[in-house]
T-cell receptor, first 111, second 115 residues
Framework: AQSVSQHNHHVILSEAASLELGCNYS??????LFWYVQYPGQHLQLLLK????DPLVKGIKGFEAEFIKSKFSFNLRKPSVQWSDTAEYFC?????????WGAGTKLIIKP | EAGVAQSPRYKIIEKRQSVAFWCNPI?????LYWYQQILGQGPKLLIQ????????DSQLPKDRFSAERLKGVDSTLKIQPAKLEDSAVYLC?????????????FGPGTRLTVT
């Protein structure tokens, strides 16, 4: 069965630092990949998604993710983080008709 | 547009009691999902409805959990009897379709504590 792993459970960065959060899924074939974000006190919301085409996907708030098929990875990046990026980030892959979710990474940005 | 509504937001019960959660999806969304999110883990799908039919309930503990979506709109999830390990956030989400290109919209969740 498909599974998703997120390597870091907690990440602490200073403002303006660069961010990369890892996400790996367990098997290939055609995959649909997602990053969701949950800001403190708010609902889960979609950050970006990959279905096909350009493997470099741009999302909201300056985030991007790169799909690397050979590495089964879909890492999330942002060149310069802000305090407002403090949130929990979830990677998910569509398998059949459902999403399989990673455990999440809690990101804390120090002002 | 109004988002996904859930109630209650918080619930504390004793083990062996029963509890019910309610969800009203975004208007027009055919697909509704119930997830269980245990602290430190990602959401786990419990059941997925397409209109008022069940698409997937393979991870629903059917001996104690039940869900329905009458008339293909709002939905209730019930636990009877509750166990300590049921303590979690129960998330409801909806989307316009089940397969292919879709985005799930989430409600605020119900935090259940079983003592």
């Amino acid at each position: 069965a498909q599974s998703v792993s997120q390597h870091n459970h907690h990440v602490i960065l200073s403002e303006a630092a660069s961010l990369e959060l890892g996400c790996n899924y367990s098997y290939g074939g055609t995959v649909n990949l997602f990053w969701y974000v949950q800001y403190p006190g708010q609902h889960l919301q979609l950050l970006l998604k990959y279905f096909s085409g350009d493997p470099l996907v741009k999302g909201i708030k300056g985030f991007e993710a790169e799909f690397i098929k050979s590495k089964f990875s879909f890492n999330l990046r942002k060149p310069s983080v802000q305090w407002s990026d403090t949130a929990e980030y979830f990677c998910a892959v569509k398998s059949n008709y459902q999403l399989i979710w990673g455990a999440g990474t809690k990101l804390i940005i120090k002002p | 547009e109004a988002g996904v509504a859930q109630s209650p937001r918080y619930k504390i019960i004793e083990k062996r009691q029963s509890v019910a959660f309610w969800c009203n999806p975004i208007s027009g969304h055919a697909t509704l999902y119930w997830y269980q999110q245990i602290l430190g883990q990602g959401p786990k799908l419990l059941i997925q409805f397409q209109n008022n039919g069940v698409v997937d309930d393979s991870q629903l503990p059917k001996d104690r959990f039940s869900a329905e979506r009458l008339k293909g709109v709002d939905s209730t999830l019930k636990i009877q009897p509750a166990k300590l390990e049921d303590s979690a956030v129960y998330l409801c989400a909806s989307s316009t379709e089940t397969g292919g290109f879709y985005e799930q919209y989430f409600g605020p969740g119900t935090r259940l504590t079983v003592t």
